[in-house]
Nanobody, 126 residues
Framework: QVHLVESGGGLVQAGGSLRLSCVAS????????MGWFRQAPGKEREFVAA????????YIADSVKGRFTISRDNAKNTVYLEVNSLKPEDTAVYYC???????????????????WGQGTQVTVSS
């Protein structure tokens, strides 16, 4: 079992930045690739970014490429999502998830992830 807790969300003006964190507990963190997804009201869950076990590989959704960065610190059991140049359309609940495999460009497949956090709200005002 892996327990994931996100933090770092909040209300920010368009153009602003946030750093989301997801702390994992339970099984060995480095044995899981990690992903970030988001879900806006009335919309389907959307893949944002993923990172491999050691952090050597990442995959970023085209919709946020160049603005969002994913990283991890295995010593701290934490994965981060740096979100910059925020737009109102980035408003959503952001979730982290853990997968026992690294799927590279197929990281957008939500069923690959076994564990999910409760989410952190990001609201971007115009």
């Amino acid at each position: 079992q892996v327990h994931l807790v996100e933090s770092g969300g909040g209300l920010v003006q368009a153009g602003g930045s946030l750093r989301l964190s997801c702390v994992a507990s339970g099984r060995t963190f480095s044995r899981y690739s990690m992903g970030w997804f988001r879900q806006a009201p009335g919309k389907e869950r959307e893949f944002v970014a993923a990172i491999s076990f050691s952090g050597g590989n990442t995959y970023i959704a085209d919709s946020v490429k160049g603005r969002f960065t994913i990283s991890r610190d295995n010593a701290k059991n934490t994965v981060y999502l740096e979100v910059n140049s925020l737009k109102p359309e980035d408003t959503a609940v952001y979730y982290c998830a853990a997968a026992p495999v690294w799927r590279g460009s197929y990281s957008y497949i939500a069923s690959s992830y076994d564990y999910w956090g409760q989410g952190t709200q990001v609201t971007v005002s115009s």
